[in-house]
């Protein structure tokens, strides 16, 4: 699985990063990213449910 998160959709609530802080950061902008490459398997379910629980759907996988 591999994620990204779309900057104009992220409205920073930092839901993300608290979910899976394997997987999300802060940007430079003050938008949550996503590590480039493969979410590692032991993430997987946290990144998951980050992906389902963002407000504003701004987690897409690619
Ligand atoms: S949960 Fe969604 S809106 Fe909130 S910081 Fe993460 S990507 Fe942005």
């Known amino acids: 699985m591999k994620l ?5 959709l992220c409205i920073s609530c930092g ?3 608290d979910t899976c802080p394997a997987v999300f ?3 430079d ?3 949550a990213q ?3 490459g ?3 398997a032991d993430a997987e379910n946290e990144a998951r449910e980050a992906l389902e629980n963002c407000p504003t759907e701004a987690i897409k996988e690619e």
């Open 4 to 8: 990204y998160v779309d900057q104009d």
């Open 15 to 17: 839901l993300c990063i």
């Open 38 to 40: 493969e979410v590692p």
């Open 34 to 36: 996503a590590i480039e």
């Open 25 to 27: 950061s802060w940007g």
């Open 29 to 31: 902008e003050g938008k």
